[in-house]
């Protein structure tokens, strides 16, 4: 005789997403309601610590009465055990509670990785998001992903983890060089084509002006964050809707592994694996173009050095995608602008011609 026994466990973590200027106040705030000023770590992006150190250090210890500071390299090849592991070291012999606080201060690699150590440290600390990057603010900070990358694939070791608040201070953007700008992009214009494809060209009268931070641009990045805030309202722990979001990440995915994970940047390989999906989707009857993203190819042509070329190698690395299902590769394409569906794709032969063209457009 077998006994039931129901267990009831939300995920599911409230938290606030502050988005403006000068957003110290609001920090200092938050963290004089929630924790002890005994002890925070600070996680943080080597070249944000070149750039912003002073202001970084002067916030916390407002408030904090010691304050650990680890820094993270630049570039995608931060994403790893071997950087996790390290900071897991340092924040265990540094000494902290489950009530200290892990702000991490950078763009979506320091965040991702931050993100997975705060899951690991004690099993748990609270996570804070500053994030410095618009790609950061519009996407990796916002929805609990964390982890690192793994020699088989993208992100395929990590956890959901939910920061406790994310403070988007576009201050940080006055330091941004224009090729992140531009990386950053490809997330909004990822928005537009599963949501909203009045973003399309609300992005493409900004990226006439200076790239710099402005009223119009803290609304896009305040629809952007919005926009993926519902959805993940929706979907925590994308069992379903969630998967949306990957829309060209697939791809994009493949490009970046076959590339050489730092050879090519998370959004230039995003915008391209978009394309990609846009065409396919043209290809099964959709009524969609890539017209859309005319404005913007010219940006992503002038800093992409190159793309691998190697379809074979491509469709081998879109096998270990970690949305794989029954060795069927998912992909996110469209049925119009705003309506995305799962497309299984088991012949990977099919996507020959897509790749074919989607690499011609970068030539």
């Known amino acids: 005789m077998s006994h039931n026994i129901q267990v009831d466990i939300s995920y599911e973590q409230d938290y606030q997403i502050r988005v403006g200027q000068g957003l110290q106040k ?14 925070i770590v600070v996680v943080i992006d080597e070249k944000v610590q070149r750039l912003h150190e002073r202001k970084v250090q002067v916030l916390c210890e407002e408030y904090f009465q010691d304050v650990l500071t680890l820094t993270v390299p630049e570039g995608e090849a931060s ?17 902290v509670e ?32 500053m994030p410095t990057t618009l790609l950061a603010m519009v996407d990796s900070s916002i929805g609990g992903k964390t982890g690192v990358n793994h020699s088989t694939g993208k992100n395929l070791v990590g956890a959901f983890n939910q920061p406790e608040a994310v403070f988007m201070d576009l201050d940080f953007l006055q330091t941004l060089e224009q090729t992140e700008w531009i990386t950053g992009m490809a997330e909004i214009l990822k928005y537009g084509a599963i949501r909203d494809p009045d973003i399309f060209g609300k992005l493409a009268e900004l990226v006439k002006q200076p790239l710099e931070p402005s ?38 995915h493949a490009l970046e592994k076959v590339a050489g994970y730092g050879s090519l940047a998370h959004g230039e390989a995003v915008f391209a694996g978009m394309i990609a999906a846009t065409y396919y989707s043209k290809q099964l009857g959709a009524p969609v173009d ?74």
């Not at 994403?79 to 000494?95: F, P």
């Not at 994308?238 to 994009?252: I, P, Q, S, V, W």
Request: contains cysteine; glycine residues 6%.
């Open 215 to 252: 009223e119009e641009w803290q609304q896009v990045i305040s629809q952007s964050a919005q926009i993926k805030t519902d959805i993940v309202q929706e979907d925590t722990l994308e069992a379903g809707k969630r998967a949306y979001l990957n829309f060209g990440h697939t791809f994009g």
């Open 79 to 95: 994403k790893s055990m071997e950087q996790w592991k390290r900071l897991v070291d340092q924040i265990l012999e540094y000494g």
């Open 26 to 39: 609001e920090f200092l705030s938050f963290c004089a309601d929630r924790y002890t000023p005994d002890k």
């Open 98 to 129: 489950r009530n200290t606080p892990l702000l991490a201060v950078g763009g979506g690699v320091t965040g991702d990785l931050a993100g997975y150590v705060a899951s690991s440290v004690l099993r748990g600390i609270p996570l804070l998001h």
């Open 290 to 363: 890539d017209i859309q993203f005319e404005a913007f190819l010219p940006l992503y042509k002038r800093q992409i050095q190159a793309l691998p070329t190697n379809i074979q190698a491509l469709n081998t690395a879109m096998r270990t995608d970690k949305k794989v299902k029954n060795n069927t590769v998912q992909l996110v394409l469209l049925k119009e602008w705003a309506s995305p569906y799962i497309q299984p794709c088991n012949d990977l032969s099919k996507l020959e011609k897509v790749w074919q063209y989607t690499l011609s457009q970068f030539t």
